[in-house]
Structures are given as structure tokens and as C-alpha cells.
């Protein structure tokens, strides 16, 4: 169980929610809160002043008055009119983060509406009740107007929603789940639509998935060091307390506890008579606690920045209660989100770009000291992975694409009213495929550095790396002849994603 209550909101318990299965409940705290904000948007309707959202238009026609009349076909029509949703829906696991996004926003109650609004997201949620939510149409200001008027739509019966995986009219889901829809009242058409939701857990949760992702460029960049015959001495603590970054020197203390006990570490080389290791590695290899630490750097920026964005206030006008005053302001704004989430999609991009060289260092005869060209059982009869590293280098292409920021553009939208906009949903779905893809490279080279491995026996992995390489050959057998590659790296990269190499991939910094 879970009790929103406007409180920011950890990574982690993002990834729980998304996962559904974990309970969401209303804190008692914050349906007081409501409850008073609630009271002041009545006082405003009932003393005619003319304020932003509840008894004007939108946008542009801010100085247009509504009568009272009309107060409550303003907030049904601005729905409707805003649903202007493209595209694949969210995922399953998106929407319930923007849902419950949502209600946590909504009991802060900074945003005037009855509590009754965020209760029905709750109990959505806890009866199999999912938006349909098209992803492309945000500019990421006024927040993610046309994403979250999807999310309006299924709440008052209009649109669509899945109920327990049934894609349907949100209005026969609704009856389904023995759930009312709601009637809009004053302002609080525009309290569900303005926010930042929706951008927020589709880059919330691919920055959890990246965090995984570079744990795991460590265990692999270990595994391929210990393949390449290469040296750990470019990881000694000294060195990097000579540079106390604090991302380079967790990724250096991860492998060096990787790489404990393996047959690489200098003095077993010595006691074992075997040849002394290079004096130094290639970057690709000797650099990773300077470049997988800097990534981290910036994914730690950027959780800040999300786990911020999750317990604050996004609507437009806030309500004070304890004033009375009813505030404009730009809350729903997404630069703060758009600017790190561009960061970490050039972040992941380096990672995977260093992941490369290390598949190709593996994989090219020329590189490789004296592995089997290509990894192959056979080399000319057998291509091995050489078409994996091909794949590896499309992948970083698309990367490298999709790393411009999508923050840098802006275009004025609603009549010049919008005239700055963050873009922030472009820059969370570009970084969900950046992530994706990185965890196809991490897959390959995880792939790649145990069938390496396999041709340098006796040679001893150190035990923490033995106990990868057995969750890979689980997942995909030693290559004695050539196959179809693509089945066991979209394995490994499904392995990946359920959370199989988990252990070894969440180090702390």
C-alpha cells in the first residue's frame, strides 16, 4: 500500500506503481487539503470575480467571461476539444504512473478540485481501469495538455480505456469496474489537464530502466576486460580519489568488486607464471570509471529533477487556501524535465558509443588478441557475431539521432499565448528509445564477452562475473555453430528488463 499525498515520489516507487502491484490510497491529510482549496474556487464562482480557468476561457481567450451558466460546459468542452491525442497508446505501465501522477498532484490541493477527482484515478487504478492515452501532442506546455485530456476523457465516460487489458469505451469500463463517471465542475476540467504527468512518467520510468543500464555497462566492460586479457589497474582507488567525481569513482569501486578474485588481478598473473598484463588498455576499457561515472553524474541530475517534479504542484491557477488567493503562474512548464531528459538521452548515448568499441575490440581479429575472429567456432565457414556488432553499430546510429535535444526548439502555440514551450514529451519518448536501445547493446555485449570467455579457458573469471556468465548461458547456449543471433539477444535484453542481472546492476552512488 501506497497513500499519496502530494509527497514526492521515488524512482523505485514509480517503477512499483508501473508495475501495478502496489495499492494506492488517498492520505486523509491530503483530502483535507483539497477539501479547503476546494472551497476557495467556490467563493470565486459565487462572487463573480473573474479568474483564469474557472470562469474564463483558455489561452488566448483568457479575457473572455463565462456565465455561470456555462461554467461547467467550459470545463467539458475544453476536454473534449484538448483530446487531440496521435499515435500508440502509453504503455500499461506509463499510464499508471501518469495516473497516479495525477492524484498525488491533485492532493497536494493546490489545484481546487473536489477530492472526489482524485479518488476516481485511485480506484481506476486499483480496479484494472486504464486511459488510453496517445502519446504524441504535448509541446510540454501548458504541461501535457493533450495526453491528459485522454486521461479526462476516461474519467468522465468519454474516450477510451482498457479495463484488465480489454480495450473499450471508457464509458462500458467504467460500468465494469462499478465505477461513476464523474461531471465535470468549475476548474476542474483545466486542474486535470494542465501538469507535467504524462511527460514525467514516460521519462520517469525510462531513466529507472537507463539506471539499470549502466550498473549493467559495468558487469559487461568487466566481463570484456577479463576476455581482452586486460588490466585492472587503471581502477585503483587512488587514482580516482585523485578525481573525487563521485560517479567516476562508484563505477571504479563496482569493478573492482566485479573483477575481485579474477585470473586478471596482477599478482595471481604472477603467481600463476602467466605472461604480465599490458601497461595500459584502450579507453574503452581503462576509461569506464571516467566515462559509464560521468553518466551517472548526469542520471543523477536528472532523478532529482524527476523525483522533484513528482510531489510538486503543475496546474494553472494555483489555490492558496490559507489566503484565499487564486495565482497564475507557469508551474505547468516543462523545462525543468525537458533539459535533464535531453541530458540523460546524450548521456546513454556515450555509454552505448563506449559499449561499441568494447563489442567491436571482442569481435574484430584485429583487436581481439588472438580470440577466434568474430567469435566464430569456424572463421570464414562461420561468421559468429559479426553481424551482432553490425547491429550494435545501427543501434548507436539511431542513438546518436535521437540524442539532439529536443529542449532547444520551441514553436508558439494557442495564438501566440504559448509562445515558449519545452517540448519535454519529445525529449522523454526519444530517451525511452535511447534506453531501449542501450539495452539491446548491453545484450549483445554481455553475449559476446561469454562466448569470448569460453575461449580463454582455464583462464578464471572472477566468482562475481562467473555467476553472470551462468545467467546468460540460462538464457542463451555457447555458439558451437552459427544461428540466429537475434532470439538470444532479445532474450538477454527481456532477462535484462525483468530485472534477471538486477543484482549486479543497481551500485550505489
Not at 495499492?23 to 483539497?34: D, F, G, I, N, V
Not at 476539444?81 to 497508446?89: D, R, W, Y
Not at 493546490?110 to 477527482?117: N, T
Not at 483545466?190 to 531513466?207: E, F, I
Request: hydrophobic share 45%; aromatic share 4%.
Amino acid at each position: 500500500m501506497l497513500q499519496l499525498g502530494g509527497q514526492p515520489l521515488a524512482l523505485k516507487e514509480m517503477a512499483e506503481i508501473a508495475s501495478g502491484k502496489v495499492r494506492l490510497e488517498l492520505a486523509p491529510a491530503a483530502m483535507a487539503q483539497m477539501e479547503a482549496s476546494r472551497r476557495v474556487v467556490w467563493r470565486v464562482v459565487e462572487e463573480h470575480r473573474p479568474v483564469y480557468g474557472i470562469n474564463t476561457g483558455f489561452g488566448k481567450l483568457c479575457e473572455v467571461r463565462i456565465a455561470d451558466d456555462a461554467i461547467e460546459s467550459l470545463q467539458l468542452n475544453l476536454v473534449r476539444s484538448h483530446a487531440c491525442g496521435l499515435g500508440h497508446p502509453l504503455s500499461p505501465e506509463e499510464t499508471r504512473v501518469v495516473m497516479a501522477l495525477r492524484a498525488n498532484t491533485l492532493a497536494l490541493g493546490y489545484s481546487g478540485v473536489r477530492p472526489l477527482i482524485a479518488e476516481i484515478l485511485v480506484a481506476m487504478l486499483d480496479r484494472g481501469v486504464l486511459a488510453v492515452i496517445p502519446e504524441k501532442g504535448s509541446v510540454g506546455a501548458s504541461g501535457d495538455l493533450a495526453p491528459l485530456a485522454h486521461l479526462a476523457l476516461a474519467i468522465i465516460g468519454e474516450g477510451e480505456a482498457t479495463y484488465q487489458g480489454r480495450r473499450l469505451p471508457s464509458r462500458e469500463a467504467l460500468r465494469l469496474a462499478r465505477i461513476e463517471p464523474v461531471r465535470l465542475e468549475a476548474k476542474e476540467g483545466l486542474a486535470l489537464l494542465n501538469g507535467t504527468q504524462a511527460l514525467t512518467a514516460v521519462g520517469g520510468l525510462a531513466l529507472w530502466r537507463a539506471w539499470r543500464v549502466v550498473g549493467l555497462a559495468d558487469v559487461a566492460g568487466a566481463m570484456s576486460l577479463e576476455a581482452l586479457l586486460g588490466t585492472p589497474v587503471a581502477f585503483d582507488q587512488r587514482i580516482h580519489a585523485a578525481r573525487p567525481q563521485a560517479g567516476q569513482a562508484a563505477t571504479a569501486a563496482h569493478l573492482r568488486s566485479l573483477l575481485e578474485g579474477s585470473d586478471v588481478d596482477p599478482a595471481r598473473r604472477r603467481a600463476q607464471g602467466a605472461p604480465p598484463a599490458r601497461v595500459q588498455d584502450a579507453y574503452s576499457l581503462r576509461a569506464m570509471p571516467q566515462v559509464h561515472g560521468a553518466v551517472r553524474g548526469a542520471l543523477a541530475y536528472v532523478r532529482t529533477a524527476v523525483e522533484t517534479e513528482t510531489g510538486s504542484a503543475t496546474d494553472n491557477p494555483l489555490v492558496f487556501a490559507e489566503t484565499g488567493e487564486v495565482l497564475s503562474g507557469g508551474n505547468f512548464h516543462g523545462a525543468p524535465l525537458a533539459l535533464a531528459f535531453d541530458a540523460a538521452a546524450i548521456a546513454m548515448t556515450t555509454l552505448a558509443g563506449i559499449g561499441e568499441r568494447r563489442i567491436d575490440r571482442l569481435v574484430n581479429p584485429d583487436l581481439n588478441d588472438g580470440l577466434p575472429a568474430f567469435l566464430a567456432s569456424d572463421p570464414g565457414v562461420s561468421s559468429g557475431f559479426m553481424m551482432a556488432q553490425v547491429v550494435a553499430a545501427s543501434l548507436l546510429n539511431e542513438s546518436k539521432v535521437l540524442a539532439h535535444p529536443a529542449s532547444v526548439d520551441s514553436l508558439p502555440t494557442s495564438g501566440g499565448q504559448e509562445d515558449h514551450v519545452s517540448m519535454g514529451m519529445t525529449a522523454a519518448t526519444k530517451l525511452r528509445t535511447i534506453v531501449e536501445n542501450g539495452e539491446y547493446m548491453v545484450a549483445i555485449e554481455l553475449l559476446a564477452a561469454a562466448e569470448a570467455l569460453r575461449y580463454r579457458e582455464p583462464f578464471e573469471p572472477g566468482p562475481e562475473i562467473r555467476r553472470v556468465v551462468e545467467v546468460v548461458r540460462s538464457i542463451a547456449p555457447p555458439l558451437e555453430e552459427d544461428r540466429p543471433l537475434a532470439g538470444d539477444i532479445e532474450a538477454t535484453a527481456a532477462a535484462i528488463r525483468q530485472g534477471r542481472f538486477d543484482e549486479w546492476a543497481f551500485s550505489e552512488f
